[in-house]
């Protein structure tokens, strides 16, 4: 069989997705003969099965490289009169096969044309096609041409330049180096704009805006400034209980990582535009630091502020705990340093000197001051219920004031305080005074001594001489002949004659120092009884007395 006809296309031959309304099909009338050149079909028509495809070149046999369709061409069941036919190519409701080439990417395509003899009018089960030759190109016609540009601008899928951006499989490609979408002057850019209510996502769907405004970034989010009316939510930090950021400047949980709640620590509060306030309702948050055991030299929390070289008229203070006016209720404690754990804390409340500058006042009350050098002052009363150490009170000894009612300490309390003066005192020694020097102590003394002063007045214990003994009881005794009566001892020393053996004589111890005693001897008393026996010699003479008896004395028998 020979064919020949023309090509006419409908529409854009540069792109097959063409605009709604126009329809994909390339119209194609020919004519068909057989090979002694007479027109095939009759008058009254025949139908004939004709398959349509697009190949690279005109010559029919390898090597051939079809472009569409993919697979073997769809059967078309043609009617032809007196030769002549008319065809639509991608008219899938004559049977055809959908019109998908891009002509956009060859502009040498070539149609190739199969044709078969239907059976009895039909092509069901028809197999064996033959091929025309040569093909023919398939050409655009005058005004189609104009159709690969819109007003003298190219389309392209990734369009730069003054190209027109062409969709490419429903996606808006930009081939420019830095794309931008504007719109003039100070209009406003809407994407999304109209009815659309979808999210816009940039590079996935981790990233996006929704219609509602709430914007979702999965990476860091870096800005000069963030100003938000309502809720920011990082979906990476869930369960924070307070941001910190890496050495990028990132975002991050605190300590807590994993996002459970707990501990977490602040890098800095850098330079603030205004006063910091922390500001809360009636709640209880906590600070809480953990170290591990083995923690070197470790400060939870450091409030630092640097003075200026001027000296400040007003008060700069660094921590400021104010409890506020109410009506009613009390605040226990505005600072309070509670010790959780089973071992002792070195110190509730250190303080330190590093930099050498010393405090003017430790402690800074209404009614009680404590000076950097320690000194107290508006003190009413100190209470202690365990011991007192005053490190200023340095010597074991008596607590005294000064002159100035500065409370000291001696070893011995002086006699001018009411004390002795002394330490230590000599085992059994008598006390004795030394005016305002301390009490001394006499050396003790031994049994039977007698206490006399010595030649300085001190109290000495001293033995008696041979003359005379004193025992321990407290009883004196003379040795024999060692008292010698002189003149110089005073009162009577004679004793009371006993009359009890020796009737009449009368006689008494008045007599005194240096004088004669009077014995008197009445003879008649004497010789009255019994008559006196002379057993040895009387030591006693009758002196000299007015007596009827001779003046010469005679011995007594």
């Known amino acids: 069989m020979l064919m020949a006809g023309g090509l006419w296309i409908t529409g854009n031959p540069a792109s097959v997705f ?37 190949y690279e070149d005109a010559t029919v046999g390898t090597p051939d490289t079809r472009l569409w369709p993919a697979s073997t061409p769809a059967t078309m069941t043609v009617a032809v009169r007196s030769g002549v036919f008319n065809v639509g190519i991608g008219n899938t409701a004559s049977g055809g096969d959908t019109l998908t080439y891009n002509f956009q990417d060859n502009d040498e395509v070539y149609l190739n044309v199969e044709v078969a003899n239907s059976s009895s009018g039909s092509c069901s089960g028809v197999t064996a096609f033959e091929t025309l030759s040569p093909r023919q190109r398939i050409a655009a016609s005058g005004f189609a041409i104009n159709t690969s540009t819109a007003g003298g601008f190219t389309p392209a899928q990734s369009a730069s330049g003054s190209q027109i951006p062409v969709l490419t499989s429903g996606n808006l490609v930009l081939g420019a180096t830095n794309p931008q ?19 816009l996502q940039f590079f996935s769907s981790s990233n996006r805006i929704t219609s509602a405004g709430a914007l979702t970034v999965a990476g860091a989010l870096n800005s000069a400034g963030l100003t938000a009316s309502g809720v920011i939510r990082f979906s990476g930090l869930a369960n924070c209980d307070t941001l910190d950021t890496d050495a990028s400047g990132n975002l991050a949980c605190g300590t807590d990582a994993s996002g459970s709640g707990g501990a977490s620590a602040w890098s800095a509060l850098t330079a603030p535009t205004g006063n910091l306030a922390l500001s809360q309702g009636e709640f209880t948050t906590a600070l809480t630091w953990n170290t591990a055991d083995t923690a070197a030299a470790f400060n939870g929390l450091t409030l630092a ?23 009613g209720g009390t605040t226990e404690a505005l600072l309070y340093a509670d010790n959780a754990d089973d071992s002792a804390v070195t110190a509730a409340l250190q303080i330190g000197n590093t930099g050498g500058g010393g405090y003017t006042t430790l ?40 002159a100035l ?51 300085s007045g001190v109290p000495t214990f001293v033995t008696l001489g041979t003359d005379a003994t004193l025992s321990a009881a407290g009883a004196l005794t003379i040795a024999a002949d060692a008292v010698t009566l002189g003149t110089d001892t005073a009162g009577n020393y004679v004793a009371a004659v006993t009359t009890s053996v020796l009737t009449g004589l009368t006689g008494g111890n008045t007599a005194a120092e240096g ?21 040895a010699p009387s030591p006693f003479r009758i002196a000299a007395a007015p007596c009827p008896f001779p003046a010469t004395p005679s011995p007594v028998t």
């Open 181 to 199: 979408l504007n719109a003039t002057g100070a209009n406003t850019l809407t994407l999304q704009g109209g009815s659309g209510t979808g999210d």
């Open 363 to 402: 402690l800074d009350t209404p009614s009680l001051d404590i000076s950097g050098a320690g000194a107290i002052t508006g003190a009413t009363g100190i209470t202690s219920s365990g011991t007192v150490t005053l490190s200023g009170l340095t010597t074991a000894g008596p607590v005294i004031t000064t």
């Open 305 to 327: 502020i640097t003075n200026d070289a001027a000296t400040d008229a007003t008060n700069q203070r660094l921590l400021v705990l104010s409890n506020g006016s109410a009506s």
């Open 405 to 455: 009612g500065v409370l000291s300490s001696e070893a011995n309390l002086v006699v001018s305080r009411g004390g002795t003066g002394a330490g230590t005192f000599t085992t059994n020694g008598l006390l004795y005074g030394q005016g305002t020097a301390a009490i001394a102590a006499a050396a003790a003394g031994t049994s039977g001594q007698l206490l006399v002063a010595n030649s």
């Open 18 to 54: 063409a605009a709604p309304g126009v329809p994909e099909i390339l119209n194609h009338q020919g004519r068909l003969l057989d090979g002694s050149g007479n027109l095939l079909g009759g008058s009254s028509g025949t139908n004939y099965c004709l398959r349509f495809s697009f």
């Open 515 to 535: 004088t004669s005693s009077a014995l008197a001897f009445d003879y008649s008393q004497a010789l009255s009884g019994a008559t006196p026996r002379r057993t």
